[in-house]
């Protein structure tokens, strides 16, 4: 056996991984998932359960196969792997409590457990995992106060626990969340206005908040968030249009204020 096959293996696993991501962010979920699913084939090929490097890729590789398939629709096939990859990086975890990059890891899989529930439109468990994951993040933050991305990362779960309340009919909790999550957000494209995710993040927590409020009857409030959204969400729009979610985001914004006007 050469001893570089391994290591062969998990390069062509990153590589996969990587053209799994790519794929995904140009809507093409089915090809996602293939790749993301040679990804975790090779990944757990070459795994060995004692090693906690091992363990940590292979969490990785569940979690892209799970978020793929949550993003393709198949939200019951994900949690399998989402279930696994929150397991192993618990485990991870547990073994180096003061390592906060491993916590960031597992604060990821409560993420994407919540993400998927959701979608799922499952409220309840959706609520406790997004919950657990910004009380991780937040963690991971406070010991750090210049790790900008756990920051994000609190904010982006903020949006979807929003979500979730919503789906309980409990607006007052969802709209007092979404107001947490873009003060974030402002104070995040403050410090880097290039940077097109947290942009991205605060369109997205804008045109939430023009629908709550275009439900609860408030033209103007609502307008006003919607009205800022539109701008960034035309200018990412137009800088990536394979980023099909962004265009998604623009259109929801646009028929929104044209249904308001």
């Not at 899989?109 to 409220?123: D, I, M, P, Q, R």
């Not at 999550?181 to 993040?201: C, G, M, V, Y």
């Not at 939430?208 to 033209?219: N, P, Q, T, V, Y």
Request: with cysteine.
């Amino acid at each position: 056996e050469n001893p570089n096959d391994k290591q062969v293996q998990r390069s062509l696993s990153i590589i996969f991984s990587y053209i799994g991501y790519v794929e995904m962010e140009m809507g093409q979920t089915l090809e996602a998932v293939r790749f993301f699913s040679d990804s975790l084939e090779l990944t757990q090929k070459n795994s060995d359960v004692e090693n906690l490097q091992s363990r940590s890729d292979l969490s990785i590789a569940h979690v892209w196969v799970g978020i793929a398939l949550s993003e393709d629709g198949k939200y019951e096939e994900s949690l399998p792997h989402l279930q696994k990859a929150f397991e192993l990086q618990k485990s991870v975890y547990e073994a180096d409590k003061n390592n906060f990059g491993e916590r960031n890891g597992l604060a990821d899989c409560y993420l994407e457990l919540g993400k998927a529930a959701v979608k799922a439109v499952k409220s309840d468990e959706a609520i406790k995992n997004l919950q657990k994951a910004i009380e991780n993040y937040e963690a991971v933050y406070q010991t750090d106060r210049q790790n900008f991305s756990a920051r994000r990362q609190i904010a982006f779960s903020q949006i979807y626990l929003a979500d979730a309340f919503r789906q309980k009919k409990d607006d007052v909790k969802a709209l007092e969340i979404y107001e947490k999550a873009l003060k974030i957000l402002q104070e995040l494209t403050a410090l880097d206005s290039n940077n097109t995710e947290w942009q991205h993040d605060l369109a997205v927590c804008h045109l939430r908040l023009g629908e709550i409020l275009s439900a609860k009857d408030e033209r103007n409030s609502a307008l006003k968030h919607l009205e800022t959204a539109q701008p960034i969400l035309e200018k990412l729009s137009a800088q990536s249009p394979e980023h099909t979610k962004r265009r998604a985001d623009w259109e929801a914004v646009k028929n929104l204020i044209s249904r308001l006007k």
